[in-house]
């Protein structure tokens, strides 16, 4: 059964400063989605990484996939408060029909 | 273009009692799947749709089901509601299920009292 892990649960943050939410899963996976979901509302996508070695960045924002480890990256540089909000990885296999397993989430939040 | 739309937004229930919700993809696309999310499952996988045809279902009881109609809105229905079923019930589409970014709707809010 394929698992997503996800630390830390939570993350308090400082503005400015740079930080790192890793997500490991536990079988080999097709693409791994990163998500952004702001309180009571729903899940924006973020990135998409197809492949080993694949690095996506928007912003302030830069995900990355490592096979071979079963692990993805999301960090943070110079952290402001329009990013508080709850990140989750999330991954697929395609022959299990494109279910997405989630990950149980980042709550960031950033502080002045 | 429209994003995902679902309806209702908000819904109180009581136990005991159905209900059925709605979801709408983006123009054009063909793939539909729901997912609930609660404080301590987190976002569960329920069921995926393609060309009106199940494509994979999650581990769910078989109180919870799900249609999709030939202009690709979907429909999904839980019957004998139980406290537990409160959730935010997500709805996502795609172009093709091959296709790589799923775009969620805005959520149903379901309440059971």
């Known amino acids: 059964e394929l698992k997503v892990e996800q630390n830390p649960l939570f993350l308090s943050m400082q503005e400015g400063k740079n930080y790192t939410i890793y997500c490991n899963y536990s079988t080999t996976s097709d693409r791994l989605y990163w998500y952004r979901q702001d309180p009571g509302k729903s899940l924006e996508s973020l990135f998409v990484l197809l492949s080993n070695g694949a690095v996506k960045q928007e912003g302030r924002l830069m995900a990355s996939l490592d096979t071979k480890a079963r692990l993805s990256t999301l960090h943070i540089t110079a952290a402001v408060h329009d990013l508080s909000a709850t990140y989750f990885c999330a991954v697929d296999i395609k022959a299990a029909g494109n279910k997405l397993t989630f990950g149980g989430g980042t709550r960031v939040l950033v502080k002045p | 273009k429209a994003g995902v739309t679902q309806t209702p937004r908000y819904l109180i229930k009581t136990r005991g009692q159905q209900v059925t919700l709605s979801c709408s993809p983006i123009?054009?696309?063909?793939?539909v799947s729901w997912y609930q999310q609660t404080p301590g499952q987190g976002l569960q996988f329920l069921f995926e749709?393609?060309?009106?045809?199940?494509?994979n279902k999650g581990n769910f009881p078989g109180r919870f089901s799900g249609r999709q109609f030939s202009n690709s809105r979907s429909e999904m229905n839980v019957s004998t509601l139980e406290l537990g079923d409160s959730a935010l019930y997500l709805c996502?589409?795609?172009?093709?299920?091959?296709?790589?970014?799923?775009?969620f709707g805005p959520g149903t809010r379901l309440l059971v009292l």
């Open positions: 749709y393609f060309s009106e045809t199940q494509r």
């Open positions: 123009s054009g696309h063909r793939s």
């Open positions: 996502a589409s795609k172009g093709h299920p091959a296709q790589e970014t799923q775009y």
